[in-house]
């Protein structure tokens, strides 16, 4: 099974600051999907960006964006003009092209600073 | 569309009851997932379907867990009889699944947290 490794617990960002959460994966497919998952205290999760493993351009969704490094197995997550409410667990995801299962990371939880 | 409906939200129950979570996906949504939440362990998926047929139910942790999807818009997932180790957030997920045509992304409901005493 594909294996997903979020190595920061915890991350902190000042109000207004940039912050970047990393991911790494491990695959031997050469086609797949990445995704990034925001859990508010609400817990309810909420798709954040895709990322299709085919596209070398970087996914953007307004202050979110990635930086897809498919050498290294690496995909992380930028939040810039952070605000207090992206205080969240977030967790990298990843899914192969062709298959149904998703493998999530083990989150990644983020608090902003006023 | 109302999104992944689950039910109930908060569940509280003694050591030894049965204890049944709803979900019901996304309409036209083919494939259905369990998820549990807990903070040792992260996110665990417990069993998946697809076309309400179960593809992989290897996260279930053992014979007191069982799930069922009769039909495309309701799935269940029984407890019995509960333990306290159990206590956790139980996640259900859908999406539409065609394949070879991977576009599809997991949409969650809400989550039912659940006590067990």
């Known amino acids: 099974a594909q294996t997903v490794t979020q190595s920061q617990p915890e991350m902190s960002v000042q109000e207004a600051e940039t912050v970047t959460l990393s991911c790494t994966y491990d695959?031997?497919?050469?086609?797949?999907?990445l995704f990034w998952y925001k859990q508010p205290p609400s817990r309810q999760m909420i798709l954040v960006i895709r990322?299709?493993?085919?596209?070398?351009q970087n996914a953007t969704e307004n202050r979110f964006s990635v930086n897809f490094q498919k050498a290294a197995k690496s995909f992380s997550l930028k939040i810039s003009d952070s605000q207090l409410g992206d205080a969240a667990m977030y967790f990298c995801?990843?899914?192969?092209?062709?298959?149904?299962?998703?493998?999530f990371g083990t989150g990644t939880s983020l608090t902003v600073i006023p | 569309d109302a999104g992944v409906i689950q039910s109930p939200r908060h569940e509280v129950t003694e050591m030894g009851q049965e204890v049944t979570l709803r979900c019901k996906p996304i309409s036209g949504h083919n494939s259905l997932f369990w998820y549990r939440q807990t903070m040792m362990r992260g996110l665990e998926l417990l069993i998946y379907?697809?076309?309400?047929?179960?593809?992989?139910d290897s996260g279930m942790p053992e014979d007191r867990f069982s799930a069922k999807m009769p039909n495309a818009s309701f799935s269940t997932l029984k407890i019995q009889p509960s333990e306290p180790r159990d206590s956790a957030v139980y996640f259900c997920?859908?999406?539409?699944?065609?394949?070879?045509?991977?576009?599809?992304?997991?949409?969650f409901g809400a989550g039912s947290r659940l006590t067990v005493l």
């Open positions: 995801a990843y899914r192969s092209r062709t298959g149904n299962q998703f493998y």
């Open positions: 997920a859908s999406s539409l699944w065609a394949g070879q045509d991977g576009a599809n992304v997991l949409t």
């Open positions: 990322q299709e493993a085919y596209k070398q």
């Open positions: 379907f697809n076309n309400n047929v179960p593809i992989d």
């Open positions: 695959t031997s497919e050469s086609d797949y999907y």
